[in-house]
Nanobody
Framework: QVQLVESGGGLVQTGGSLRLSCVAN????????MGWYRQAPGKQREWVAT???????NYVDSVKGRFTISRDNVKNMVHLQMNSLKPEDTAVYYC??????????WGPGTQVTVSS
């Protein structure tokens, strides 16, 4: 199993930036892809971005050009740089890791609030 802990959330004005980080512990050699989901109040959890072991990236259309996901395989971390934030980006952001052996692990989440 992989333990994940997010950090970096907070309150920011529209147009501002935040950088989320997630550190992995435990069975780190079993980690395949890592990434981020988010869940806004009253909505279903939404996939945001994924980065592979080789740093290939994918994004949901609504964040392309504004968010950048990156991975540090030495420090076992994944980051999400969020620029040009909008009120609709307000959500709890969850880090996830897909295991090579199958299954997925999640962090407890970090709140991002964008004020208009």
């Amino acid at each position: 199993q992989v333990q994940l802990v997010e950090s970096g959330g907070g309150l920011v004005q529209t147009g501002g930036s935040l950088r989320l980080s997630c550190v992995a512990n435990g069975s780190i050699l079993n980690i395949n892809n890592m990434g981020w989901y988010r869940q806004a109040p009253g909505k279903q959890r939404e996939w945001v971005a994924t980065v592979s072991r080789g740093s290939a990236t994918n994004y949901v259309d609504s964040v392309k050009g504004r968010f950048t996901i990156s991975r540090d395989n030495v420090k076992n971390m994944v980051h999400l740089q969020m620029n040009s934030l909008k009120p609709e980006d307000t959500a709890v952001y969850y880090c996830f890791a897909n295991r090579i052996s199958g299954g997925q692990d999640w962090g407890p989440g970090t709140q991002v609030t964008v004020s208009s």
